[in-house]
Nanobody
Framework: QVQLVESGGGLVQAGGSLSLSCAASGRTFGSYAMGWFRQAPGKEREFVAAISRNGGSTSYADSVKGRFTIVRHTAKNTVYLVMSNLKPEDTAVYYC???????????????????WGQGTQVTVSS
């Protein structure tokens, strides 16, 4: 089992940048594929980005490609979401998720993930 704690959310102007962090507990961080999802008010939770347990594969939603980067730091048990050129439509609660997976698997579906953080709010003003 793994516990996830997100941080780094906040208020930023459109065009700005923000980095989110997700710290994972336990000594098995390297066994999990990691993902970022977001949920805006009145909308379903949607996939943002994911990275394989070995860090060699990544996947992004079309809406964030070229603007967001997911990175994992195994020694720190942390996964990051580096966001740039933010848009008002990026406003949402961002969730980190973990899933035991094969080394190169990059899950992009909410139902694939077993473990979730509490979320961190990102607000982009126009």
């Amino acid at each position: 089992q793994v516990q996830l704690v997100e941080s780094g959310g906040g208020l930023v102007q459109a065009g700005g940048s923000l980095s989110l962090s997700c710290a994972a507990s336990g000594r098995t961080f390297g066994s999990y594929a990691m993902g970022w999802f977001r949920q805006a008010p009145g909308k379903e939770r949607e996939f943002v980005a994911a990275i394989s347990r070995n860090g060699g594969s990544t996947s992004y939603a079309d809406s964030v490609k070229g603007r967001f980067t997911i990175v994992r730091h195994t020694a720190k048990n942390t996964v990051y979401l580096v966001m740039s050129n933010l848009k008002p439509e990026d406003t949402a609660v961002y969730y980190c998720a973990a899933e035991p997976a094969t080394p190169s698997t990059v899950p992009s579906v909410v139902a694939s993930y077993d473990y979730w953080g509490q979320g961190t709010q990102v607000t982009v003003s126009s």
